[in-house]
């Protein structure tokens, strides 16, 4: 289905506002006044963009960050993030939490997320560097040691704040997502936006542990110098606060069909680099995001360079 680019731009900033406050009143009233459209027409809209209605989508993104942090916020104890996540009560909280993910927070917190790991992922591509672990993989195998990781490669950079366009996507992250590089690229390059240091980063707005594939959002982000540029485009542009990250570069680009090496990367910074470090991470990851022309067509090939992690001192 095809949508306007302001119905776009106004649903979509809804959806950034529902994500930046998860912990408070979240009403359709409100939202729908964040939208400037009216509850009813707001809400359709919603449910046709997002495939959810608003409350559906609030209180699945309130479990799935309480789950998150079951996962790696062990000194937080399951009542703090029942209210950190916007749940009135530890009750309902247990109610809600067992009805969608068939465990309790307890027992999720225990490990029993491992179980939930999507198939779709643990046989996407795998690449060369997942082919030399000799040690049969296994989706239940504690990280308790740097496999995947070259920790001499693990380097605590900044990275500086920026304007950027986005494009996002919802659906499975081995699948779709360089078709939006494509098109946000296009548009960028056609307006004299990208050079050669020209940032480009992804956001993984879900992590694969606990988020249905077809549930899942990926947001596509280009750095801007010159705002001015896209004033005629009636172009939507948000705010990356940049800041220190702990950063991981790849020896070789990663495509987007490796999904399964990128979450062992990614586990291994969350649940033994991060507890190890004396730094807490502040929110959704990033991926560095390297595109070049292929050879002989128009076409683009967008591949992950590095991953990052914001994070301060504990």
């Excluded at 790696?72 to 993030?81: D, F, H, P």
Aim: negative net charge; glycine residues 6%.
């Amino acid at each position: 289905m095809n949508f306007e680019k302001g119905q776009l731009k106004q649903i979509n900033k809804a959806v950034e506002h529902i994500e930046e406050n998860l912990n408070e009143d979240l009403s359709l009233e409100k939202l729908a006044a964040v939208s400037t459209y009216s509850p009813f027409h707001f809400q359709r809209l919603f449910k046709e963009m997002i495939g959810e209605t608003p409350a559906g989508y609030v209180k699945r993104l309130r479990l799935e960050n309480a789950a998150h942090l079951l996962i790696y916020e062990q000194t937080l104890t399951i009542t703090q993030i029942a209210y950190m996540c916007g749940f009135s009560s530890l009750s309902y909280f247990t109610f809600s939490f067992q009805g969608y993910f068939k465990t309790s927070p307890k027992s999720w917190r225990e490990g029993a997320y491992l179980e939930q790991f999507p198939r779709e992922y643990m046989n996407s591509k795998k690449s060369k560097q997942s082919s030399t672990i000799s040690k049969e993989e296994d989706v239940n195998t504690a990280y308790n040691e740097f496999r995947w990781l070259d920790l001499s490669k693990v380097k605590i950079v900044h990275l500086p704040e920026c304007k950027t366009v986005n494009r996002f996507t919802i659906g499975s992250y081995i699948n779709g997502i360089p078709d939006v590089w494509e098109d946000i690229y296009r548009f960028s390059n056609a307006r004299g936006l990208i050079e050669q240091a020209t940032l480009m980063f992804g956001v993984p707005r879900s992590n694969p542990y606990i988020t249905p594939p077809e549930k899942s959002r990926y947001d596509c982000r280009i750095a801007i110098g010159n705002v001015e540029e896209l004033s005629k485009d009636d172009e939507e542009t948000y705010s990356f606060n940049g800041g220190k990250y702990v950063l991981y570069e790849f020896e070789e680009p990663v495509s987007y069909t490796e999904r399964s090496k990128l979450i062992e990367c990614y586990s291994e910074l969350y649940s033994f680099w991060l507890p190890r470090s004396g730094y807490r991470y502040l929110g959704n990851p990033i991926e560095l995001v390297r595109i070049d022309q292929i050879s002989g067509t128009l076409n683009h090939s967008s591949k992950i360079s590095a991953i990052a992690l914001a994070i301060e001192p504990n």
